[in-house]
């Protein structure tokens, strides 16, 4: 037996006869002595209620409890008793604090149980709340768009049903094996394309044109030409499968689409107008900056890589690290340029003409490159050039290590967000089977003994049945397998973010 010792103050509330009584109740196989006093201070809740039992009937008692001893007076409860723990420190203290280890969702089921105000936990334990009901409800979008995905809408049109499955197929590459090869063709065209963009600038493979002009070889060209193709054929189908298509154009990953096919197209127009027109010398530059431009197409390898969105995210996440970083190295480049050029203005040849013209030489200084390009020539400017090298080593070191932090608790949590997502979509697709075989004639009698068994597991933990998708489609009338879904095995889950 354990139990929170009594304190000397009565509550004013307690009536002299509820200050004597002593209610017996086992939580879990625990059994515990409770005081009259003490539990009225929270006259609303279950256990102040069973201060005034013995004034009720049977099935009142029943009621408030799962079984109840009248030869001891214990009352039975077949509850978490460490949640309970910390349920009984609310007559005690006032307040409520969930213990390191417990889901948030199931103790909050816990004090519905009991009857106490959610207003009642700490602001702490609130806090771990709401961040535990957002991973819950990523969960819930996850299983919804697998939903969606594997099954579509049964009352979508046939041009709609056809542009959800070219949808899936072009975005979705887990949805079936074709859209997994195109996935997978669709990254080799990039590498391919990157690579003959690389290769395309060595001298070595180049021809000479009519005018004596290094131009890429034709091969690399038909290669180049079929790269586009394919990307440009992959745009516009992924743009008319879209559901959203102004939303879809400007999605960052669809303008880096844009960006990497757009400078062949334009450079072939300009072609197209005559060779007048390519001898113009801004005509030319443009030219070779949007060929430049083809760089970008390398940014398409995101949309094929989980590490690398992870990455992005991780990055967006750590805004205030990275602006302290550049803080950091800003101040340090004006202070130690402007020092390094005062130590070294004096000396006759000088390479600090200027302190703009020294922010280059602070910059490779404190990021430790150090080309060797300008260095100082005093003994002061040595000083100063050693201060900064270990200042900008000491500036870059502090913000790093909290990016490292986020980026690896952004991937653990995306990791355990997709596990906890599968393993639903299984059970979903395990209680759809076990209603089909409910359903079906003569399965009453084989399962009979497996029903009661199901019923008393459903009940044992009805509060900690969390029902967070009710609905994965969405819709009214579009139901999947299992449509009163509910995450039982996403507490387990959390239990990484706890």
């Known amino acids: 037996m354990w139990g ?81 723990k910390c349920i009984i420190e609310l007559y005690y203290y006032g307040e409520i604090h969930m213990k390191r280890g417990i889901c948030p969702i199931c103790f909050m089921k816990e004090m519905e149980f009991w009857k106490i105000d959610s207003d009642l936990l700490d602001e702490c334990c609130k806090c771990q709340l709401k961040e535990v009901e957002d991973e819950l409800a990523e969960i819930a979008e996850k299983v919804r768009t697998i939903l969606v995905d594997r099954e ?36 080799i065209f990039i590498l391919v394309s990157s690579v003959v963009m690389c290769v395309g600038t060595i001298p070595d493979l180049q021809v000479e044109d009519s005018e004596g002009h290094l131009t890429e070889h034709p091969t690399l060209e038909v290669i180049e030409t079929v790269c586009i193709g394919w990307f440009t054929i992959e745009y516009l189908l992924r743009l008319i499968s879209s559901p959203n298509k102004v939303k879809f154009v400007l999605a960052f990953m669809n303008i880096i689409d844009f960006m990497a096919i757009m400078p062949f197209y334009v450079v072939l127009i300009l072609t197209c107008f005559g060779a007048g027109v390519m001898e113009l010398a801004n005509v030319q530059q443009a030219v070779q900056a949007l060929r430049i431009m083809r760089i970008a197409r390398i940014f398409k390898l995101a949309r094929h890589s989980s590490g690398l969105q992870t990455l992005t995210s991780a990055l967006k996440s750590s805004f205030k690290e990275l602006g302290l970083l550049l803080m950091y190295m800003g101040v340090g480049v004006f202070l130690f340029s402007a020092l390094g050029y005062t130590m070294e203005q004096n000396h006759p040849d000088t390479l600090f003409t200027s302190i703009p013209q020294s922010f280059w030489w602070a910059v490779i200084t404190m990021t430790t490159v150090g080309y060797g390009d300008v260095y100082p020539k005093t003994t002061l400017g040595r000083c100063n050039a050693a201060i900064s090298f270990l200042c900008g080593v000491i500036a870059i070191a502090l913000p790093i290590h909290p990016i490292i932090n986020n980026f690896v608790l952004f991937y653990n949590k995306q990791q355990v967000l997709e596990t906890a997502a599968k393993h639903e979509i299984e059970l979903m697709a395990l209680r759809s089977d076990a209603a089909e075989l409910d359903a079906a004639p003569g399965a009453h009698k084989h399962s009979c003994g497996a029903g ?28 999947g397998p299992s449509m009163d879904t509910s995450f039982e095995s996403t507490a387990e889950a959390t239990e990484y973010f706890i």
């Not at 041009?159 to 669709?186: G, N, T, Y």
């Not at 009940?459 to 579009?478: F, M, N, Q, V």
């Open 452 to 479: 009661v068994w199901d019923n008393s597991m459903r009940s044992c933990h009805s509060d900690t049945y969390i029902p967070l998708l009710k609905d994965p489609r969405g819709g009214a009338g579009i139901r």
């Open 4 to 84: 929170i010792q009594r304190t000397r103050y009565a509550d004013c509330n307690g009536s002299e006869a509820s200050e004597e009584t002593e209610i017996v109740v086992n939580i879990g196989g625990v059994k515990q002595v409770l005081y009259g006093d003490v539990l009225n201070r929270y006259p609303d809740t279950r256990l102040a209620e069973l201060v005034t039992c013995s004034h009720k009937s049977n099935e009142e008692i029943s009621s408030l409890c799962d079984d109840y001893d009248p030869e001891t007076g214990e009352f039975y409860f077949d509850r978490d008793p460490e949640a309970f």
């Open 152 to 187: 579509g809408d049964p009352s979508a049109g046939g041009w709609q049903r056809f542009q959800m499955c070219l949808w899936r197929l072009m975005e979705k590459p887990d949805s079936s094996l074709p859209a997994h090869i195109i996935a997978i063709v669709s990254f």
